[in-house]
T-cell receptor, first 115, second 114 residues
Framework: GAGVSQSPSNKVTEKGKDVELRCDPISGHTALYWYRQRLGQGLEFLIY????????KSGLPSDRFSAERTGESVSTLTIQRTQQEDSAVYLC?????????????FGAGTRLSVL | AQSVSQHNHHVILSEAASLELGCNYS??????LFWYVQYPGQHLQLLLKYFSGDPLVKGIKGFEAEFIKSKFSFNLRKPSVQWSDTAEYFC????????????FGKGTRLSVIA
């Protein structure tokens, strides 16, 4: 596609519910990243995928967070038993490959509100 | 671990004023440096980047940044801002080794008034 696409753009959920956020990267981009931006904070790295390699999950804040990606296509970030502190904008980015000198292209994000 | 500090949370300038946004990072090794911008209602986009070579890099829309290794800084500058520069600006860094995601500062909100 033309850019990184994320859905939904907004999600309101009740505490304790599970949510799934979707990211469709730029076609041909082998690397995909998830970040979280809480109010007044910078972006925090959550997880990244590079091709068929095992993902780097080092940024996931708890075992309630997980993500999947099939091949080099769509990724879903799942948050189980959501808590109010999970409220944030979740951003997805993709790049041609996961090397340090890469440019990451960002989607518009999903704004998650946990009531 | 790397960290990025942006000194100004919110900057308000009149049109035609000069801009300098501070960014300092902490990391002892070789780094790549980025400035991203988020205009109201739009997604993050790359403004400029430094990988190596000339420490003064130029980006889109008349922005430039200077990498000063001894000060661990990568400040963003523009000689004359416009109303359309109103946005949030994020400095980011990653270590130049292996596959490393970006570490971002908290961002600086720039408001340009007519």
């Amino acid at each position: 596609g033309a850019g990184v696409s994320q859905s939904p753009s907004n999600k309101v959920t009740e505490k304790g519910k599970d949510v799934e956020l979707r990211c469709d990267p730029i076609s041909g981009h082998t690397a995909l990243y998830w970040y979280r931006q809480r109010l007044g904070q910078g972006l925090e790295f959550l997880i990244y995928f590079q091709g068929n390699s095992a993902p780097d999950k080092s940024g996931l804040p708890s075992d309630r967070f997980s993500a999947e990606r099939t091949g080099e296509s769509v990724s879903t970030l799942t948050i189980q038993r959501t808590q109010q502190e999970d409220s944030a904008v979740y951003l997805c980015a993709s790049s041609t490959q996961a090397v340090a000198k890469n440019i990451q292209y960002f989607g518009a994000g999903t704004r998650l509100s946990v009531l | 671990a790397q960290s990025v500090s942006q000194h100004n949370h919110h900057v308000i300038l009149s049109e035609a004023a000069s801009l300098e946004l501070g960014c300092n990072y902490s990391y002892g090794g070789t780094v790549n440096l980025f400035w991203y911008v988020q205009y109201p209602g739009q997604h993050l986009q790359l403004l400029l980047k430094y990988f190596s070579g000339d420490p003064l890099v130029k980006g889109i829309k008349g922005f430039e940044a200077e990498f000063i290794k001894s000060k661990f800084s990568f400040n963003l500058r523009k000689p004359s801002v416009q109303w359309s520069d109103t946005a949030e600006y994020f400095c980011a860094v990653n270590a130049d080794s292996g596959n490393t995601p970006l570490v971002f500062g908290k961002g600086t909100r720039l408001s340009v008034i007519a």
